[in-house]
């Protein structure tokens, strides 16, 4: 039982090259969500997704676009990077509301820098 | 709006205690959270608190939640260099699908 994975761990992009980061749960959990950590700011919602083939924006989704074609996988892209993207990305899942303490499970992280 | 607050710095001796505060704004949320982080890593979830509750233990960990002035805190007994990280205070938005609001974390630096 892996839990939450990502790849990759450690990225460089030039400014409006584009890239796709992949997370991973193996705990069939419904829910999935992509964060970005910023210092000083804690973490920010980008997109996050209530099942398979459904996604909804958060609160920071401009510049990226995600897609759930399976329950495990959530994908989260850049199109075109700029520079006020580099960050550290995390992914989180967990079960819907009700069904035990809604707890988020994280991983590892994305360190990105946009050159 | 939904906004969590915390302190950004916190230096301790080892051995002490620790006391982390964090205020939320949604009273209507279900559960908080306490995750910690460690350099170089994801956030790990350390404990949560249930919101009818004013309470928690969990070993050297004490959860004190006052509902009244939506105010959490995070206590930790004989703090050791290990638990040098960044704490982060979460609630769960209250307009579903158990989006959390982070606070922008504590840096708990721990001396000899």
């Known amino acids: 039982n892996a839990g939450v994975t990502q790849t990759p761990k450690f990225r460089v992009l030039k400014t409006g090259q584009s890239m796709t980061l992949l997370c991973a749960q193996d705990?069939?959990?419904?829910?999935m969500y992509w964060y970005r950590q910023d210092p000083g700011m804690g973490l920010r919602l980008i997109h996050y997704?209530?099942?398979?083939?459904?996604?909804a924006k958060g609160e920071v989704p401009d510049g990226y676009n995600v897609s759930r074609l399976k329950k495990q996988n959530f994908l989260l892209g850049l199109e075109s990077a700029a520079p006020s993207q580099t960050s550290v990305y995390f992914c989180?899942?967990?079960?819907?509301?009700?069904?035990?303490?809604?707890?988020?499970?994280f991983g590892p992280g994305t360190r990105l820098t946009v050159l | 709006g939904e906004d969590v607050e915390q302190s950004l710095f916190l230096s301790v001796r080892e051995g002490d205690s620790s006391v982390i505060n964090c205020t939320y704004t949604?009273?209507?949320?279900?559960?908080l959270y306490w995750y910690k982080q460690e350099p170089g890593a994801g956030l790990q979830l350390l404990t949560y608190?249930?919101?009818?509750?004013d309470m928690k233990q969990d070993q050297r960990l004490t959860v004190l939640l006052n509902k009244k002035d939506k105010h959490l805190s995070l206590r930790i007994a004989d703090t050791q260099t290990g638990d040098s990280a960044i704490y982060f205070c979460?609630?769960?938005?209250?307009?579903?699908?158990?989006?959390?609001?982070f606070g922008a974390g504590t840096r708990l630096a721990v001396h000899p």
């Open positions: 989180a899942s967990t079960h819907p509301a009700g069904r035990g303490t809604d707890t988020q499970y």
């Open positions: 705990m069939n959990h419904e829910y």
């Open positions: 997704s209530v099942g398979e083939g459904t996604t």
């Open positions: 949604d009273s209507s949320s279900t559960y």
């Open positions: 608190i249930f919101s009818n509750m």
């Open positions: 979460a609630e769960i938005f209250s307009g579903g699908y158990n989006k959390l609001i």
